[in-house]
Nanobody
Framework: QVHFVESGGGLVQPGGSLRLSCIAS????????MGWYRQAPGKQRELVAV???????NYADSVKGRFTISRDNAKNTMYLQMNSLKSEDTAVYYC???????WGQGTQVTISS
């Protein structure tokens, strides 16, 4: 099984940006689809962005136009560039396969003035 370690979260003001990174324990080259998920307090975990091996991407409506997902198969790494952040983006962010396997610890993103 592949495991993931997320990083890059933090506290930023509304309108700010963050770049999340996710390193896999093994090669991600063969995995067709991977994604970034998030779980806000009191809410279910949701899928916010997906990238397939060919590079096509898809986003939840709530983040479309603000978030960009990318992957570097050679580095076994996936990224989520988040711009124009809003308070409702506050959540723990996780990366995983799509559909997901074991969950990592995630990285906390807090948007607050």
């Amino acid at each position: 099984q592949v495991h993931f370690v997320e990083s890059g979260g933090g506290l930023v003001q509304p309108g700010g940006s963050l770049r999340l990174s996710c390193i896999a324990s093994g090669s991600i080259f063969s995995f067709y689809a991977m994604g970034w998920y998030r779980q806000a307090p009191g809410k279910q975990r949701e899928l916010v962005a997906v990238i397939i091996s060919g590079g096509s991407t898809n986003y939840a409506d709530s983040v479309k136009g603000r978030f960009t997902i990318s992957r570097d198969n050679a580095k076994n790494t996936m990224y989520l560039q988040m711009n124009s952040l809003k308070s409702e983006d506050t959540a723990v962010y996780y990366c995983n396969l799509n559909p997901p396997g074991p969950w990592g610890q995630g990285t906390q993103v807090t948007i607050s003035s």
